[in-house]
């Protein structure tokens, strides 16, 4: 086992933040750290569509990095690397918390902080020796599925190497901003937030010359510290500004994830100014004094208000991040928020609508209260609703929400800092309206569906027929077991097709009538079970592949189901992987 693939996948669409280019740190050091074991590692970031799968075929394991809104695409491209034989590990923040979901699809799931468990995975595989000491492993033991110990402590992330960035076979930051993680840990602990559950409360920090020695290599370019909270410790980070300036490192300029009240500090502000600090990322959530207190932010509405206006005076541009459908909000509440962007004059702003991740506190409470419209972890990506909100409806939410952007992002507002953060914040501006437009077309489809989610739940039977099939000269089958059975059910805007016996010419037709009569003509989902269904002939499972084809364009997402390791030889794998994103093809687990 030499050959060792990182995967970390883009969500299909619909997630208009997708579209930039800022790689997560986590594969980088997994594939220094293998690297320097003497492995040889590629690692890929983007939508499957633009992977080079011939190369990735050649892999002796994948390992797979997800967050919750693509952790559908990767259970997509481990069911089509697992096919191919491949051994796959799943890690990240969705299936540290769902890890008996991700190993439906997975060999391996590595739970938590993967630093050091993966490397360990790979050394245990290498060697053909048992993974059983490993912590924080997941993984099948014949037909049982074994979860060990958790890890007892936090990474120490000053024994971490300098992620080699070459490693990018596709996906890396090119001439975009270079990301730099100083630390980890955040010792706050916002309901809706996953990073305390994954990284703890602890502030874990790399020393001050381990980080100096890594910007080094990076002097001309932008640098996004992609800390969850960079100024956490003020002694700490005024004395790494303060080397930045003392070795004389020439940094373009650089960006990061703040607190409001990192703005008092008047030392800490003006060595970021000193050193090329030009955007500051806030997690503001809401202009609600209620909804901040139950997001646990810590923070009031005139703390905002100051922040910005002090971020401004020391030549900071503002990227406001707003989570919006709190309990305490409303639909003025929405539209309130929009005009306190305008009036404080922020850059660029996130609207996102609250989203109840896994794990986090926010994903017990709404689960308990049974509030959640959809499990469907695509759209879990803030740009839809996927919950039933107090003080307002589901689609109520989710209109505002996009006319909300399309207000902040109008044409009328994009030059409206010029003289005041200068060209940079128009361009931005500019740049979102761009991408809001998008956001809007990528979006249209859903509120629809949203009425389909918020259906009472119901797998009652829809039809159930029973069909003679047709075999040899034409006679009628006599064998019970030839007949063609038809099982349609719906829930909550997924419908499920069961295909049971013979399918021949005869029994396709009664199908394609079947599915006409009882699907509508747009629905959110499509599950066909074939795992029962036997052909008649090459030309029938043709034709019930172009079937499938015309399905897929009247569903949102088609999931096909198969017997495990008999896979139908009508189905040409990689044919539908590469050209039909949400087409999903997985073998039954028995």
Known sequence: MKKITLIEPQASGGHVFSKTRMPRTGLPLLGTQLKNAGYEVSIYVGPASAMPWEKI??????????????????????????????????????????????????????RGEADFTFPALVDCLHKGISPHEIPGLSYHMGEEVVHNPGVSEW??????????????????????????????????NCTFCCVTPMFGRGYRYRSTENVLKELSLYEGRHIFFCDDNF??????????????????????????????????????????????????????????????????????????????????KYGMRVHGMFVLGGDDD??????????????????????????????????????????????????????HAVFQPARMTAEQLQQETVLAFQRFYAAKNIMQ??????????????????????????TRWYPKFLKQFQSEDRRVPLLYRRVPAMVGNGMQAESAGSHLKI?????????????????????????????????PDRFFQLVVDTK???????????????????????????????????????????????????????????
């Open 57 to 110: 075929l050649e892999a002796d394991l994948v390992g797979i990095s997800t967050l919750t809104p693509t952790s559908r695409e990767a259970y997509r491209i481990a069911s089509y690397l697992r096919d191919s034989n491949i051994p796959v590990v799943i890690g990240g923040i969705h299936a540290t918390f769902l890890p008996d979901e991700a190993l439906q699809y997975a060999d391996y799931v590595v």
């Open 155 to 188: 990474v120490n992330v000053d024994e971490l190497p300098i992620p080699d960035l070459s490693l990018f076979s596709l996906g890396g930051p090119g001439r975009g901003a270079i990301p730099v993680m100083t630390s980890r840990g955040c010792p706050f």
């Open 231 to 312: 100024a956490a410790d003020r002694r700490r980070s005024i004395e790494m500004l303060q080397g930045i300036i003392d070795r004389k490192i020439k940094i373009k300029g650089w960006g990061a994830q703040l607190r409001v009240e990192a703005s008092r500090d008047d030392e800490l502000m003006q060595l970021m100014r000193r050193t090329g600090g030009n955007m500051v990322y806030l997690g503001l959530e809401s202009i609600n004094e209620d909804t901040l207190k139950a997001y646990n932010k810590k923070q009031s509405v005139e703390d905002i208000a100051d922040a910005i206006r002090r971020y401004h």
């Open 330 to 383: 409303t639909v003025e509440t929405i539209r309130e928020t929009v005009d306190f962007a305008l009036k404080l004059r922020i850059d660029t702003v996130q609207f996102l609508m609250l989203t109840p991740v896994p794990g986090t506190p926010l994903f017990k409470k709404l689960e308990a209260e049974g509030r959640l419209l959809t499990r469907d972890w695509e759209l879990y990506d803030g740009h």
């Open 417 to 442: 800092n010029l003289f005041f953060t200068g060209w940079a914040s128009a361009l931005y501006r500019g740049l979102g309206w761009l991408l809001v437009h998008r956001l809007v077309r990528e």
């Open 487 to 519: 099982f349609i059910a719906e829930s909550r805007g997924v419908f499920y097709v069961s295909l049971r016996g013979f399918l021949d010419r005869l029994t396709l037709k009664e199908i394609k009538r079947s599915l006409q009569s009882h699907l």
């Open 532 to 590: 029962e269904l036997n052909f008649s002939s090459e030309q029938a499972s043709r034709s019930f592949t172009r079937l499938l084809n015309r399905l897929q364009k009247r569903a949102h997402r088609l999931q096909l189901i198969y017997s495990a390791g008999e896979r139908p030889t009508f189905l040409s794998l990689r044919k539908y992987f590469s050209k039909l994103s949400r087409f999903e093809i997985l073998p039954h687990k028995r």
